[in-house]
């Protein structure tokens, strides 16, 4: 199985912050990697397809980059809806495999 | 407007087996993967498996033995079976639209397993 791997595991940030997380694939998936992102109670939602293509309304605030191995979600300026946690998941082969997470809080 | 509802029995004896239903609403099952993943409690998503519109599916190998996912066009929905649980199958499930990208998802259904 493919192996994903995220960091931070937690972190804190103001409103207004521009904030990056990072997930690394344990070998290359080109760049069949979406996010998500799950707030407590709710079902994950998705944000990023392919690495970087923003999913039909999410706001334009988040980012994704990145191919093979390496990836980011990037926030250009946190909003307060978005403090969540954050699944990176490898979409390249069966079976796929999710990110630990990463929990966004409010400093 | 596309949404998943899914339901099934919340309490369950270890051994026994597990069975969730997802009905699906404003997509036709024939147009599409669908999935189920599951999240235990204090840790991450875990994919099981999906079907296809041909019903087709493809299971995690870890719970490969124990799992069946299959399709009811008719009815439109898909159901998820997971037997001889044990307190490791605690979690909350949730089925979803999609096979390596997952789009729209189910609200959850905690599944507890407990003597």
């Known amino acids: 199985d493919i192996q994903m791997t995220q960091s931070p595991s937690s972190l804190s940030a103001s409103v207004g912050d521009r904030v990056t997380i990072t997930c690394r694939a344990s070998q290359s998936i080109s760049t069949y990697l979406n996010w998500y992102q799950q707030k407590p109670g709710k079902a994950p939602e998705l944000l990023i397809y392919?690495?970087?293509n923003l999913q039909s309304g999410v706001p334009s605030n988040f980012s994704g980059s990145g191919s093979g191995t390496d990836f980011t979600l990037t926030f250009s300026s946190l909003q307060p809806e978005d403090f969540a946690t954050y699944f990176c998941q490898q979409s390249y082969t069966t079976p796929y495999t999710f990110g630990p997470g990463t929990k966004l809080e409010i400093k | 407007q596309v949404q998943l509802q899914q339901w099934g029995a919340g309490l369950l004896k270890p051994s026994e087996t597990l069975s969730l239903t997802c009905a699906v609403y404003g997509a036709s099952l024939n147009d599409y993967y669908w999935s189920w993943i599951r999240r235990p409690p204090g840790k991450g998503l875990e994919w099981i498996g999906e079907?296809?519109?041909?019903?087709?599916?493809t299971y995690n190998p870890s719970l490969k033995s124990r799992v069946t996912i299959s399709l009811d066009t008719s009815k439109k929905h898909f159901s998820l079976k997971l037997t001889s649980v044990t307190a490791a199958d605690t979690a909350v499930y949730y089925c979803?639209?999609?096979?390596?990208?997952?789009?729209?998802w189910g609200q959850g259904a905690l599944v507890t397993v407990s003597s």
């Open positions: 979803a639209r999609g096979g390596s990208t997952t789009d729209y």
């Open positions: 079907i296809n519109y041909s019903g087709i599916t």
């Open positions: 392919a690495a970087s």
